[in-house]
């Protein structure tokens, strides 16, 4: 009887073209080469070299892919979430690099901004020579992001911001911040530089999770700001909210990569790790576990195919990124946790993939929408009623 091919076993990757095929693997090659021996002492010392990498993975067309121009390769959906699938099998903090420059970043500058904002920007951080951040989330603003304290005033022909922006990737690193802030006729989006007085950042230290990865504060002190650091082109929520579906749908792409290297782990723990005489995956319970696992792993596959199709065609909703972000993370740190429970004791150390993964997705769990928020999103779009207040 033939075996499923555990890390496909439904041959999904037969869907891609040949050019998002070459990507898959230049990308594994990659992490394989670039990341794997290192990743277990980047996220023991709580830091991410993003001097070293960032030129890489800009050299390899990875931030910014999925748009067109300004030195962005123009790659389809279905590419990118390949690609952060792949990067996510090694760590969840590589992907979110790749994740936050691109669509947090990049897209709302590429969609949003003027032509001399993307002249200044986007080849830069398509590079990989500027790395940027996106600050949204405020320390007592997540979920509701309706209520942002941060202002932004005119003064003149100028603008001046006061706030403080908290949880962002890269934010001490960055060289630009894309930043929201409540004006007088709505929330507008900002390009913050790196230098610009009133502009400062705090890292924040002793994470338990996603560890290999920078995490600022960002504080915004009587910052001015010129007319022309205004992206001209969204007014409202309806310009943070777009950027975040668009890194939510990797996230949702991304996970499948952490899922699929816990379940590999535990698969082959399970075939070399004996007790009572034989392996562990020799016993019923374990067989139950490990078949729950490829199940899950299997949805995962098959939801984050379709969503790429879906918006490779332009059919892409932000309901559907709700419905694929709130599963496919589901899945995976169920997976995690069960993967887990096989290595034993020796699924709590750094030797081993699982917990490290683990530990990672329960912030992917509640970064860009928690789990509460995208099950309401569901809820609302079957319902056709409201119930976030």
């Avoid at 040949?18 to 996220?43: K, N, Q």
């Avoid at 904002?117 to 398509?126: D, I, S, Y």
Wanted: negative net charge; glycine residues 12%.
């Amino acid at each position: 009887m033939p075996h499923l091919n555990p890390v496909d076993a439904l041959d999904l990757d037969s869907e891609l073209d040949g050019d998002e095929r070459l990507i898959r693997d230049t990308v594994a090659a990659f992490v394989r080469d670039r990341v794997s021996d290192h990743v277990v002492g980047w996220f023991e010392s709580g830091t991410f070299p993003t001097d070293e990498l960032a030129p890489e993975i800009g050299k390899l067309g990875l931030l910014g892919m999925h748009l067109d121009g300004y030195g962005c390769a123009g790659a389809s959906a279905a590419a990118y979430g390949v690609a952060c699938r792949e990067l996510e099998a090694a760590d969840s903090g590589l992907r979110s690099f790749v994740s936050v420059q691109g669509s947090l970043v990049m897209f709302p500058i590429h969609r949003y901004g003027s032509e001399e904002q993307k002249q200044e920007w986007l080849p830069r951080l398509a590079s990989g020579e500027a790395v940027g951040c996106f600050g949204l989330t405020e320390p007592d603003q997540g979920s509701d992001p309706g209520g942002m304290r941060t202002v932004a005033k005119r003064d003149g022909d100028d603008w001046i911001l006061n706030g403080t922006k908290m949880w962002i990737t890269n934010g001490s690193i960055a060289d630009v911040a894309v930043v929201w802030a409540r004006a007088e006729d709505g929330i507008r989006g900002f390009l913050v530089p790196k230098g610009t007085p009133g502009f400062t950042t705090s890292e924040i230290h002793s994470k338990l999770s996603l560890r290999a990865s920078v995490t600022a504060e960002l504080h915004l002190e009587d910052v001015r700001l010129p007319s022309s650091a205004v992206l001209p082109g969204v007014t409202g929520l309806r310009g943070p909210l777009s950027c975040l579906s668009e890194a939510r749908f990797g996230i949702l792409c991304g996970v499948v990569g952490a899922a699929r290297t816990c379940y590999l782990s535990a698969l082959d723990y399970s075939t070399t790790r004996e007790q009572f005489g034989r392996p562990l995956g020799g016993f019923q319970l374990t067989q139950r576990k490990l078949a729950g696992m490829q199940v899950g792993l299997v949805h995962s596959q098959l939801l984050a195919l379709r969503l790429s199709k879906l918006k490779d065609a332009g059919q892409l909703r932000p309901e559907h990124v709700s419905l694929g972000k709130l599963a496919n993370v589901r899945a995976a740190l169920d997976i995690a946790r069960d993967a887990r429970t096989i290595l034993g004791a020796n699924g709590i150390t750094t030797e081993y993939p699982v917990l490290r993964h683990a530990n990672n997705l329960e912030t992917v769990l509640t970064y860009e929408g928690t789990e509460e928020i995208h099950t309401l999103v569901v809820g609302e779009s079957v319902t056709g009623l409201a119930a976030y207040r």
